[in-house]
């Protein structure tokens, strides 16, 4: 059963967005100077800047309801472990503030999906912190493309060579490898010719993400193709 304590955390949130730009102090500014608002110019202005925020709002609060399914379910005292430890650690107030902004800076619902997932593992100890922080830095930077290509076609080496492990191994998740081969050119003149062969081997790190991800997928991965340790 999901706990409600993440619930409250995450619709928290929602409630006080972390929108300090330009257009919100605008807002602020003009909606309390009734002078201002009578101006012609300025009250559209205020109009669309009002519009504006209701918009990256609604944006928001569908990245939470988003990161919420991903999070998934944990007990209550797997999150009770882990509320002890941070304010043990006195780092609650900190935490709960950068997880607001990593939800807000997630460029779709669906990153902010495996975000949740990335959380949900920090919250049952599968990973430590530094490793929360590897994946969402992984899930941000990284094409969902990509990220959907990793999770259906690790196993393949074509799709490997094929660019996604140059992408996995500059993100330290992959090993690359160099070498010179042979290969036929010609079967009946018996013609070989050389050339540099690559090849990838996911890393502890890149086998942790797959982890991650294929927790959060898992109805959309084939059984034989599910990974998990």
Request: proline fraction near 1%; hydrophobic fraction near 40%.
């Amino acid at each position: 059963m999901k706990d409600t304590k993440i619930s409250s955390i995450v619709k928290r949130s929602g409630e006080n967005l972390p929108l300090a730009d330009y257009a919100e102090t605008l807002i602020d500014a003009f909606m309390e100077n009734e002078l201002a608002k009578a101006i012609p110019i300025v009250g559209s202005g205020v109009a669309l800047l009002k519009t504006y925020r209701q918009y990256k709002e609604a944006k928001f609060l569908k990245k939470v309801e988003e990161f919420y399914n991903g999070a998934g379910e944990f007990s209550e005292a797997e999150f009770k472990a882990f509320d002890e430890k941070l304010e043990k650690d006195g780092k609650k107030e900190q935490f709960v503030n950068e997880l607001i902004e990593i939800i807000e800076r997630a460029e779709s619902e669906e990153k902010s999906k495996i975000i949740g997932g990335v959380f949900r593992r920090l919250i049952k100890a599968e990973i430590d912190y530094d490793v929360f922080e590897d994946q969402v830095r992984y899930t941000n930077v990284m094409a969902l493309r990509d990220i959907h290509i990793f999770m259906h076609g690790y196993h393949n080496h074509y799709i490997l060579e094929d660019g996604l492990g140059d992408v996995l191994f500059s993100n330290r998740m992959s090993k690359r490898t160099m070498e010179i081969a042979t290969k036929t050119t010609n079967v009946l003149a018996g013609e070989t010719s050389q050339y540099i062969k690559t090849s990838y081997v996911l890393t502890e790190v890149g086998k942790l993400y797959l982890e991650t991800l294929h927790q959060v997928y898992k109805e959309k991965i084939t059984p034989e193709h599910l990974f998990a340790r």
